[in-house]
């Protein structure tokens, strides 16, 4: 059974704003792709130009991998000529946001958007894990939620698609309005406004306003979702009010919220919940630990129930979730003298999450809880204060150990006792070394830093030196 493809070599004219060079495809096209290192057969390849490379030295790879066509701008067609057939251009970028807004507009789908400082993965997540339960859901991989993230997310769209979930980021004022123009949710979320990008906002209400932009976008009627134990819950409320949702709800521990955390309980891998949502009394479990996963679970309980589910197929849902690779994944390794467990969290990190990371740790057994640190990026004049302040983390969860790698994460290793002290070494590849050779049988090590810190190298470095136990549950 073959199934439909996900647009047509003719209808791709339209939506491109394209010429056709060498001829349509013969086929249609199944998937859209601007990297040829993922790219499947009968993909669309868009050459799109970034900062440190131009996809259109990329297209003869594309049609050597498969591709149907490549979408190629008008610079670079006569050169390309002959190679497959093209989609020409005036910008290849504006393109592909004409191609998402096609997708938009022929999809019936409901959709969600999420934005936030923090947690817009995992509760894109999570929403994905509860409604491809239920129906056809797509959602952005990874965390495809820039200027050229959104558009392509959009426009790998099946137009049969029941539910769409869409994250969005931002790193300045304005960013967020023209992406969420594209998305057109149903139903906006705000997980948390955090001191993020700090070097680009002149204070914590700056971030909260450009947070606020997703609901610009947001379909008349639609549902504004807010964490209501936000320091910036009323500026985000008047916002959303003044826009045109028909509801706001909120979640969090406070009294007020629609959807309320009562208790949350980590048993190894899982976390155990109670919450009231709409008067309503839940019990669920979540295939990953952590109350920040439990209090993102409230929003989704409240976005799911938005488009159509009832809390009983969401809650049951909660089970199928992991968390993303580099959120929160644990694995136990096995050193010469015993097991230990590894939690990677070294996606990303800012000290709102950091905190959190933290305190998941905390959570943890085990012989030694150990922090293998990386800066945290973005926060301008304010990054060593806020580096040091996570010192009071690492006293009150009982945090063993910490290795620290980067200029900035030298201040919190300071300012911690000597007796918590691990190694410190300016980069992450310097300080892998310390870090295999200070590990041992009943340790649980958590690793966390911005992506720009690349923590995620010594997670490779221990992945290569010890052995993964995959049969044995990380109950840490």
Known sequence: MTRDPLWSALGLVAPLNARVSGGLPEQGINGVSIDTRTLKQDDLFVAIRGENSDGHDYVRAAFEKGAAAAVVDEAHAQGLMGEGPLYVVKDTLAALEGLGRAARARSKARIVAV????????????????LSGVGKTHASVASYNNHWGVPLSLARMPATARYGVFEIGMNHPGEITPLVGMVQPHVAIITRIAPVHL???ASIEAIADAKAEIF???VKGGVAVLNRDDAQFERLNNAAR???????????????????????????????VTARALGRDLGYTIGAPGRHVALNSLAVLLAARAVGLDFEATARGFAAFAPPSGRGQREVLRAPDGEFILIDESYNANPASMQA??????????VRRIAVLG???ELGPQAEYLHAAHVADIERNGIDLVFAAGPLMRALYDAIPPSRRGAYAPSADALEPYVVDGLRAGDVVMIKGSHGSRMGSIVTALRKHFTVNIDAPAQG
């Open 115 to 130: 934005t936030g400082s923090v947690g817009k993965t995992t509760t894109k997540e999570l929403l994905r894990a509860v």
């Open 199 to 201: 070097e680009h906002f």
């Open 216 to 218: 610009s976008g947001l």
């Open 242 to 272: 003044e826009s045109q949702a028909r509801f706001v709800l909120s979640f969090g521990e406070s009294e007020g919220a629609e959807a309320r955390l009562l208790s949350c309980h980590v048993i190894g891998e899982k976390s155990r």
């Open 357 to 366: 990371a933290l305190d998941l740790l905390g959570e943890a057994s085990g």
């Open 375 to 377: 800066d945290m990026l």
